[in-house]
Every structure is written in C-alpha cells, then in structure tokens.
C-alpha cells in the first residue's frame, strides 16, 4: 500500500487491494434510479483513462435479464450482487443485503436525500470516482489519486458556493417554470446523469437534441441546460445558441459551470466534479418549484416505498 | 467463404472478410437519432451472444468528443468515420461522405421514412445483425447465421400482418391520445430503441419506471407500453400491472409482441426482432395522431434539414 493509495476511503482501499490478484477486463456499473444516474458520470471517468477496461452502464432489472455472456470471472460488478463474479457495492448502510452479499461493501452518506448537511467527499459519487482512479492506477499504471482526492475534499465548499451563485436564477426560474407540465434537461458527457436523475425533468442528451427533439423547441417551451466543463461542452453551447434563437428566454434556464468559483477543484477534474454540483444544486431548483407548485413529488411520494408492487 | 456466410448481403461479407484479419475486442455503436436508436438493439444482439466483444452504443458528437481512450487499434466503429480505427459505415447512398471515409460501407434502404414500400430484409437494422451475428460467428465460434437470415426474410411478411393486428388499437388510441402534450413510452432490453426512437413521446426504461418516473402515473397520464419477447419481458409485465393498477385504461395503450404472428421468425430471435415491428408500427400510429392533431411534426418539420444550426 503507497502513499497514494492511503489517500483514499478505508472501503475503497480495501476493494481494491482485494483486486489486485484477480484479472479484470470489463466493469460493469449496474444500478437504478438515483443511484444508477451516479454510475453515468463514473463511467464517463473510466473512459477517460482506461484503455484497459470496457464498461457498461445498465438499470439493475436489465443487467439481470439481459444477462450480458460477456459477464465472466474477469468482470467486476459495482453495486448489484452476482454469483462468480466480483461485486463492489456501494451503500448507506454496511449490514444492508447489498452490502452483506457483495465482495467488497464500500459505505457512503446520502446527504441530499435525507437533507442533513454532510460533506460530499463522503457521498457515493466521490466513493465511485476514488474507485474508477484506483482501478485506472492498478489497470492503466497512471496515478492521479493524489489531485482526485484533493479535488474531492475541496468539493462541499465549492457546492457551497454554487447554491449561492444559482440562488438568483432559481427563485427567478422557479417562479417562471413551476407550472409548466414538462421541463426538458440538456446535457451531455459526465453531466448526463445530473440530467437523468432530475424527477422532475425529461433528461434530452445534447448531441441527440439535434436529431429530433429539437422539432419540440417553440416559445412556449421550458428547457433546463447543463452547461459542464468537460470535453462534450461543445454539443452544450451548440444547443445553447439553437434554445436562445428559437425559445424564449424567460423558459430557457442555463446553469454554466463556467460561472463557478471551483477553487481547490483540480483543472484536470474540473469537468468530472462540476456534475456533481449540479446534482446538488438541482435538489434546491427542485424544492423551489415544488413549493410553488404544492407538488406532492417532493413533499410525499405516491407510491415509492409506500405501497408494494 | 462458407455457406453461411454466402447467406449474408455482399456488403456486410465484404466487411466480415475484410475484419478476419484483424484483431477486435471491442466494438463501437456510434450514430445519432434515428440510427441511434436502431444501435440499441444491435448492441444488445451483441451482449446476447459475445463472450469476446465488449461495446458501447454513442450519439456520435459524445463518441468524438468523449473520445473514450479505449478506442484504439483493436476497436471496430460501425457507422462512424475515424482515422486509426476499423470503420463500418451503413449509408442509403454509397457515394455518402461516409461511404467514402469508412473502411465497409454497407449499403441499405429506408423505408419507413421516404413511404416507399421496400423489404425489411434491406433495411439498416437487418444488415446490422447480420453484421453483428457475422462477428459472434468469427469470435466467438457461434454459428446462428442461417436462422438469423431465414429470419429476416421473413420479417416483411410479419411485419404486415403486425399492422393489421395493432390497426384497430391504433386507430382507438390516436382518438384517445392525439390531445396529450406528452406520452410515455416504456420499453426495456432489445425494445428500448424502439421507444427512444419515436419522437411524439418520451422513452422512459421500464426497469427505471419504478425508480421514480412512475411517481407522474395517475388516471390522466397517457402511457405506451412496449411488451417484446426478449428475456427483459419481466420488466414490462411488471410495469403493465403497475399501470392497470394506477393508469386509465383508455390513456395506456399496450402493443403485446404475443399477439403478433410471427410465422417464419426463429424462435431463438423472435426477442430480437420484435423490435423491427414496433419501429415500424409505430410510425403508423404517429401518423395516424399527426393527422387527427394537424401536427407540424410529421407533416413538415420546423428545423431539421431546413435551416443551417
């Protein structure tokens, strides 16, 4: 165990000196819902650096029936239990099925679920991304732990800040928005999942907006766009220019990480954490709207954990 | 060149020979909408039977800006121009740039959107699992081409009689949904490209349903449901319980792939080819709410291929 591997969670550690010995070729990041809209970005971070590791991002259900043949005892499952091939899985709590059944159970806090401030190093995306690098370190022999956990510590002030700099645009927007029936959400590369897991939004990927639901886009329509500062910016400006010529700017929120202080964030990480902070940040737009609304989304579910089915 | 591989059309034998050389362990689905949409499938064709070849299905502006660094000498892009890397492209023209740039072209017809009647055997999904059961063949020593051909020659037929089925349900449901400013499509496993694809409704994963879009379900809500014949059938049976049970009958409309004659499809890829008919019949349908709406949609698009963006 080195220096930089000692940076790292004590479970995300553990899982990956458990890995050491066994070959792996193929990750897959397996998930649903909330969690699974996680597993975008960290996949995006993994095809990033690795050039020894193909992955698959896929709901819990469909992973199960579609029963990849490719899954085998060189694949490594994060999150969902499997027989005969090595599971990480992350969860809240360590006695937990999950965390009982996996080979390698790495803990997490779920700070905005449960609303109790924590510190976002201590969420699940910034356990997945100290394990996407670690793997990247042992598969790909390139270490760049030591500014990933740097950048990871310094990520709850720069959340912090951000609630600050989109407060304005929120109130405004909710304000704007809140009787809308549905809210498109733009986004592209690490930011997609921040798009998907937004309940209240219909996630469009950027570079697909041109090839048909573009047709959507009037006056009248609402559109949230994710404007991240990884490599696909560039579908994100394009359809930034496409929403301000053809839609009304007073439907047309933009939240643009490039307003952001990121200080303490690393450059090279910039784009895969400013996700993150829109994950967060999302939460507070969502809760605006539902108040105005009296939405019961938000303020009590239907039928999620409430009935069975 | 065996029998088998005789069965195949010419372009996809070329590509095949022309690959035996080379060394591919991994395989990108690169397109946008439409033919996007139409890679979804093929990748889950491949997932079914490969043990050797890992894949990753893109919006082309993601794949080039992601530029995943996998991507290298022993990766096969299909339908995406790149310098280094084995190229396959499908085009209808094979003067296409595309054509030009790909190391295969694959040539093929469009009929669902030109209106002209042609044979499914043509179409681009067809030359695609041709494409990749020639591939499972050469890597995996998995010899499934002649009832995969035997198949798709009888898709057209079947096809057919698919629109006669669904006829009386699409033209009650297009009085029952024209008026509804969103529908929600849900699907899973080889069917999802098919919901993604069709641009009057937003595709929702039937497995994610229950992970929060099923939060939106009450008597208002208009839903489509895509029941196929794949091994992820369980997630969607699940999902139409869930919408009987909450949903009103005459805003969910269910297209049941076991109510469709299927003569003449191998059972082994009756799952895989369901989708084609649902891509097919739902076109219909579209157009049948496209003129009960007198919808721009379909009639004329606003945007695509009629400005500069």
Request: glycine residues 8%; aromatic residues 10%; negative net charge.
């Amino acid at each position: 165990m080195n220096d930089a591997t000692s940076l790292l969670h004590a479970d995300v550690e553990r899982a990956l000196n458990g890995l050491t010995d066994k070959k792996i070729d193929h990750v897959f990041f397996v998930a649903c819902g909330g969690s699974l809209s996680v597993m975008y970005p960290g996949k995006f971070l993994l095809d990033s650096y690795s050039r020894k590791l193909a992955s698959d991002c896929l709901n819990a259900d469909e992973f199960v029936q579609r029963d990849p043949v490719i899954l085998g005892s060189t694949s490594l499952v994060i999150l969902c239990s499997m027989t005969g091939t090595t599971t990480v899985g992350l969860s809240v709590d360590t006695l937990s099925p999950l965390a009982q059944e996996v080979d390698f159970p790495i803990g997490f806090e779920a700070p905005y679920t449960t609303g109790v401030p924590i510190d976002a190093r201590d969420s699940n995306y910034a356990r997945l991304y100290q394990l996407v690098m670690g793997l990247v370190k042992a598969h790909d022999g390139i270490d760049k732990l030591a500014p990933l956990v740097a950048s990871l510590n310094n990520l709850q002030p720069a959340i912090d800040r951000a609630h600050a700099t989109f407060e304005p645009l929120f109130t405004q927007y909710a304000g704007q928005l809140h009787g809308e029936s549905v809210i498109y959400t733009l986004a592209s590369g690490a930011s997609y999942g921040a798009a998907y897991s937004w309940i209240n939004s219909q996630a469009v990927h950027a570079g697909e907006f041109f090839h048909g639901p573009f047709e959507v886009l009037d006056r009248d329509r609402a559109f949230v766009l994710l404007m991240g500062l990884d490599r696909t910016r560039p579908q994100q400006e394009r359809a930034k220019v496409f929403l301000e010529r053809f839609g009304s700017p007073e439907k047309i929120m933009v939240l643009d990480a490039a307003k952001l202080d990121l200080d303490g964030i690393d450059d090279e990480f910039k784009g895969n954490l400013v996700p993150l902070i829109f994950f967060d940040t999302l939460w507070k737009f969502a809760y605006k709207m539902a108040n105005l609304r009296n939405h019961v989304m938000l303020e009590g579910r239907r039928y999620m954990k409430k009935i069975s089915y």
